[in-house]
């Protein structure tokens, strides 16, 4: 059997499950530095929501962070996380802006793009992989993983098959709620195996706390590259330490290529910075305990450390439970969507507004508006048509229009970024401005007022401008990610 290979995700998506991507620009290049000698079959280091978080919290070029790391790491391939036609946003984006990014993600280090959908609707991505494919990336191709009546292995390895029709270079069975078990992992992983000759990568998070046995038993079946995190950044919602898959592979028969002196000069370094995050309050205790009651809830990682957040934000972190045992009921609801960015946003905020507010689907965010009108693709199931038309009767008639005939806007939003910044801008910095318009915003004014008494400082559920005495606040951008932006209203129906 071949060798296996590990893919460490400490630096994307380890930050994401345990710090909620608040790890800063010289902690990730120290890490990755560091990995970058253990002789991992990639690192994981960009894309999913640390795109957004960089223009966002920490007031950094997403696109320096990749260039840096990129130079921190010359001996390992580097991969991404994209989200299809909403490329690391939460909304489609036109198809010029789409290649932009991702041929600007190549040429600036990236070698493998991992793309999926939350919906795993092929029509979603097959721009981006057509894009992928012309400007010469290795084209990851993800299953989001699920369980429910309408998910089975014969609807994965069917979606594999159409993947590969579509050109993919490798599959990825993306387990982003960690609740595989280890026998289905073992019949899943066997099946696409006899179903195609593509690598295959397991990803799996250990929020369940049985994931090395899941790990175990893939790696038996032939899994050819397996997702782990250095293992200070490793257990509750992120993923199995490192180490651990070493003696799993050594349990399964297979042989792997890590140096081990490099791993273990790693782990040091890693462990001394998550202290820092642990003193900071970044890394929440709540987020390192196994839930294995995440088989019911589907909640992956990242979507709890939000959901945390959201109800301490709202002074009700005692109600989580309550949340919890919603979830499953509004994604019954909309036709058991896989619980994946901007899904487990748009469905767990909408738990959190029926449970708050005492009544389910009172209030109802425009996502989930939208979603229902089938502005986010095609919906694996059956939707609750009592909840739809329940939410239509709050919601304007949308009509969905095909990724192909979305406006190009590059050329709009360069004159708009020229105005603010009084020069004209670089491509990546159009780009960006497009995805996510008021983080980068903000960022720019930020940096053109470092001198001034004029600074805009970003927060969770607010954007706000000071100036000395006086405080304004801004709304905030519709393209920005629900779960960063649940805000409860009054008795007065005003926003808090």
């Known amino acids: 059997m071949n060798k296996l290979g590990i893919q460490d995700v400490t630096v994307r998506d380890g930050n994401q499950s345990i710090l909620a991507t608040r790890m800063k620009r010289e902690d990730i290049l120290a890490i990755a530095g560091a990995l970058d000698k253990v002789g991992f079959y990639s690192l994981e280091v960009w894309g999913g929501a640390t795109f957004d978080s960089a223009y966002r919290f920490l007031n950094q070029s997403a696109w320096e962070n990749l260039r840096e790391i990129n130079k921190a790491t010359p001996n390992t391939k580097l991969s991404m996380l994209l989200r299809g036609q909403n490329v690391v946003g939460y909304r489609h984006y036109d198809n010029d802006t789409l290649e932009r990014f991702i041929r600007l993600t190549i040429e600036n280090g990236i070698d493998i793009l991992r793309i999926f959908d939350a919906l795993n609707d092929p029509n979603n991505v097959k721009n981006a992989f057509k894009f992928t494919k012309k400007h010469g990336g290795h084209l990851q191709a993800a299953i989001a993983y699920t369980v429910s009546p309408v998910h089975d292995n014969d609807y994965y390895v069917k979606l594999v098959k159409t993947y590969e029709d579509m050109g993919a270079d490798s599959i990825c069975i993306k387990d982003m709620a960690g609740i595989i078990t280890p026998q289905t992992a073992y019949d899943l992983v066997s099946a696409i195996k006899q179903a195609t000759d593509l690598p295959l990568n397991m990803h799996s998070h250990t929020t369940g706390n049985a994931t090395s046995l899941v790990m175990e038993q893939a790696i038996k079946a ?224 930020n940096s053109i007022n470092a001198d001034s008494d004029l600074k805009v400082e970003l927060q969770s559920d607010r954007v706000f401008a000071t100036s000395n005495k006086t405080s304004q606040t801004k709304p905030v951008n519709s393209a920005e990610p629900i779960a960063f932006r649940m805000v409860l209203p009054t008795a007065q129906g005003e926003n808090k």
């Open 222 to 445: 032939g899994i050819d590259v397996v997702d782990g995190c250095i293992s200070p950044f490793s257990g509750g919602t992120s993923h199995l330490a490192d180490e651990t898959l070493l003696e799993a592979a050594k349990l399964a028969g297979r042989e792997t290529e890590l140096n081990l002196d490099a791993l273990d000069e790693a782990y040091e370094l890693a462990n001394l910075i998550v202290d820092k995050y642990i003193k900071s309050g970044d890394l929440r205790v709540r987020s390192l305990i196994p839930n294995p009651k995440i088989l019911k809830y589907q909640v992956p990682g990242g979507m709890l450390s939000n959901l945390l957040s959201q109800l301490e934000q709202q002074k009700s972190s005692d109600r989580l439970s309550e949340v919890l045992e919603e979830i499953p009921k509004v994604r019954e609801d909309m036709g058991y969507p896989p619980l994946v960015t901007p899904l487990s946003q748009m469905v767990g905020t909408q738990a959190v507004f029926n449970v708050l507010l005492g009544e389910r689907y009172k209030i109802v965010p425009n996502e989930i508006k939208d979603y229902v009108q089938g502005l986010y693709g095609r919906a694996p199931g059956e939707l609750n048509q009592d909840i739809v038309d329940q939410i239509m009767q709050q919601s304007e008639i949308k009509e969905a229009v095909s990724p192909e005939d979305l406006p190009f806007v590059y050329e709009t939003d360069k004159k708009t970024l020229q105005k603010l910044l009084g020069r004209e801008p670089e491509e990546e910095e159009v780009v960006a401005y497009t995805i996510f318009p008021e983080p980068v915003r903000n960022f720019y004014l």
